[in-house]
């Protein structure tokens, strides 16, 4: 019986060795390749030579923050009647908007100055607003799309266009993570359609996010049902003990193994093999994570877990602090159905009420707990809303001009940072793209978003780009 013979080894042998050269291109990127991870896997000032991918790297340079949390609200929140004060809207009420488009209509809540730092938030955010004095907000906010799936891809990846990596793997990639027997980067609670916002792309399998907890149809929060043994599918295995499974991993392991040692490089196979390691530990490290039980009654409370319509997101925010403190990197939360094209004036404080109390709980739990000031909290949509009244009641998109903030991880508390014009249309001082808010949150991790790099398809690829400047200004 003749030997099988590889793809490899075919164009080895065709044209008299000619595929030679393309493997000889192929052994340059893969050696320099291997030279990037090791240098970015020991830093400049670690001389950690484990051969986990997930262990933990020093950064480039001294960090502020350790770990992030990300609550994404999806849809487009509505800057100038949340955290962007415009007085001016409401001189201007009923004027036509630029280009003739629909008439201005000014917020149809109160703003007000919020603790020592006087910030301007409205009075959606009554819990929220205590904590103004830890919040930056970034007013100056842009992105190059007015399109969710795009906007929303370009937030986590920095890129509309193309599948690249996302905020979180890059994160990851970077510093690794500190809980072996748990995901470095979770994503509590996504979108049904958004892998790609938790992916790594390119980057090697173990880098992307673990989904918890299975997306409902309207809003954030776990879905009914949801415990420690279905937030991830199959994550137990109720037909085989565990000795059972042992013995069927380390068979599988010995095959990507043996094919490893073939290809000599293979990303995806070196990720799978972590990957079905760490699904192992993960079988008695998550259900103990996820079981809330244990926590008491106060502390329930001061999430809003318990009651309608905090009880939601509320346990995704109390599962996200217990993540960060078992030592997770990057957290990302998901709140939906912030897409306001009409009945602002009633889905907006609906939505805004869900998550007022939870994250307000969570900076209070965080500051009791001395994790803020190593933990950076980000809080934002894919973009904002219009000036003009969309159907009489409602915004359309805007991504020239919005908001979001931060808080906690080594930026200043009690800051406004950027401006939007006077109706809050456009950003026009110290416009922040998101390249920039990208850049701003891996220096703030001690990563230099310019080194961050993986080489592949021939050059080296960043979460920037080409773009990014870091905003000193928002830093402590």
């Known amino acids: 019986m003749m030997p099988a013979i590889t793809r490899r080894q075919i164009l080895q042998c065709a044209s008299a060795g000619f595929g030679y050269l393309a493997f000889a291109g192929m052994s340059t990127l893969a050696s320099r390749r291997s030279k990037a991870d090791d240098s970015l896997a020991t830093g400049p000032n670690n001389s950690n030579t484990s051969s986990n991918p997930l262990a933990p790297k020093q950064p480039h340079f001294n960090a502020s923050a350790k770990r992030v949390l990300f609550l994404c609200m999806q849809g487009g929140p509505s800057h100038i009647d949340t955290f962007d004060y415009k007085p001016q809207l409401a001189n201007d009420e009923g004027k036509k908007g630029r280009n003739n488009a629909a008439k201005l209509m000014p917020s149809p809540w109160k703003f007000s100055q919020r603790g020592k730092s006087g910030l301007w938030i409205s009075e959606l955010f009554p819990e929220l607003g205590k904590h103004s004095d830890e919040m930056c907000l970034i007013r100056s906010m842009h992105c190059d799309q007015p399109i969710h799936p795009r906007a929303m891809t370009q937030m986590h990846t920095g890129n509309a266009q193309f599948v690249r990596p996302s905020l979180g793997a890059w994160t990851l990639y970077g510093l690794g993570t500190e809980n072996e027997s748990l995901p470095g980067f979770i994503a509590l609670n996504p979108q049904v359609a958004s892998s790609q916002n938790y992916g790594s792309a390119f980057l090697p399998a173990i880098y ?133 094209h009409q009945r602002l004036r009633t889905s907006l404080p609906e939505n805004c009420e869900e998550i007022d109390q939870p994250i307000a709980g969570l900076l209070t739990d965080l500051k009791q707990r001395g994790m803020l000031d190593d933990t950076l909290v980000i809080w934002g949509g894919e973009f904002g809303r219009t000036p003009d009244a969309q159907n009489g009641d409602g915004r359309d998109h805007n991504h020239k001009g919005y908001t979001t903030w931060m808080a906690g991880g080594g930026v200043r508390g009690g800051f406004s940072y950027g401006a939007t014009d006077e109706h809050g249309r456009e950003a026009v001082e110290n416009k922040c793209h998101i390249h920039d808010w990208h850049a701003t949150i891996l220096n703030l991790l001690g990563l230099d978003h310019e080194q961050l790099t993986y080489q592949y398809a021939g050059r080296n690829f960043r979460l920037t780009d080409v773009y990014g400047s870091v905003m000193e200004a928002i830093k402590s």
């Open 208 to 340: 992307q996010g673990t989904k918890v907890g299975r997306p409902q149809a309207r809003r954030g929060g776990m879905a009914r049902g949801d415990s420690p043994t279905n937030a991830i599918p199959d994550l137990a295995n109720s037909r085989q003990s565990r000795q059972s499974q042992r013995a069927q991993i380390d068979f599988i392991q010995s095959l990507n193994q043996q094919k490893l040692a073939r290809d000599v490089v293979d990303p995806n196979v070196e990720g799978i093999i972590e990957s079905y390691e760490l699904a192992f530990r993960m079988q008695d490290s998550l259900p103990q994570l996820m079981d809330l039980s244990g926590e008491s009654e106060k502390t329930l409370a001061l999430y809003g877990v318990g009651k309608n319509p905090t009880d939601g997101f509320g346990k995704q925010c109390l599962m996200a602090r217990r993540c960060l403190e078992a030592g997770v990197r990057f957290v990302e939360l998901s709140h939906g159905n912030w897409d306001h």
